[in-house]
């Protein structure tokens, strides 16, 4: 019997690499080459996507909301997050992720369908609106 992508993709997966390609088609890592998140998909149709830059510096004034603007602004620049419902599409083997809330406002209210590929504990997951931009995850083992 054969599992459906739904089935095999619903849990937390931990970042293995975030790479996409500069104009010249070189490799580039946006978050660093040791970038670290994670991903979730629940059995109830909601998933969210955290990643980060590593070694990103804490504000100065120890407070979660009173860096300056630069500090924030930094912050900011090292970081991706979004979460909301996700369909799937067995036959194209696609995830739309729609944004309800974003860190970046740009992509708020945007649903953009991402290409999955599942071959064991792990997922490669290119972005159908940005193929360059491919994210390989690995399946987390349960934490109860």
Same mark, same amino acid.
């Given at each position: 019997?054969?599992?459906?992508?739904?089935?095999?993709?619903?849990?937390?997966?931990?970042?293995?690499? /975030?790479? +996409?390609? $500069?104009?010249?088609?070189?490799? %580039?890592?946006?978050?660093?080459?040791? &970038?670290? #998140?994670?991903?979730? =998909?629940?059995?109830?149709?909601?998933?969210?996507?955290?990643?980060?830059?590593?070694?990103?510096?804490? /504000?100065? +004034?120890? $407070?979660?909301?009173?860096?300056? %603007?630069?500090?924030?602004?930094?912050? &900011?620049? #090292?970081?991706?997050? =979004?979460?909301?419902?996700?369909?799937?599409?067995?036959?194209?083997?696609?995830?739309?992720?729609?944004?309800?809330? +974003?860190?970046?406002?740009?992509?708020?209210?945007?649903?953009?369908?991402?290409?999955?590929?599942?071959?064991?504990?792990?997922?490669?997951?290119?972005?159908?609106?940005?193929?360059?931009?491919?994210?390989?995850?690995?399946?987390?083992?349960?934490?109860?």
């Amino acid at each position: 019997m054969t599992v459906s992508l739904r089935e095999q993709v619903i849990g937390t997966w931990e970042l293995v690499s /975030y790479q +996409s390609a $500069d104009q010249d088609g070189n490799v %580039i890592y946006p978050l660093g080459e040791d &970038a670290k #998140g994670f991903i979730m =998909y629940n059995p109830d149709g909601y998933m969210s996507a955290q990643l980060m830059a590593s070694g990103r510096p804490a /504000y100065e +004034s120890g $407070d979660l909301h009173t860096g300056t %603007i630069e500090e924030m602004a930094q912050a &900011a620049n #090292g970081y991706l997050a =979004y979460s909301g419902r996700f369909e799937v599409n067995e036959e194209k083997q696609e995830l739309t992720h729609h944004m309800e809330v +974003s860190m970046n406002p740009t992509w708020l209210g945007q649903s953009q369908p991402r290409l999955a590929k599942i071959e064991g504990d792990v997922v490669v997951i290119f972005n159908g609106l940005k193929p360059v931009d491919k994210l390989t995850w690995k399946h987390v083992k349960k934490n109860i």
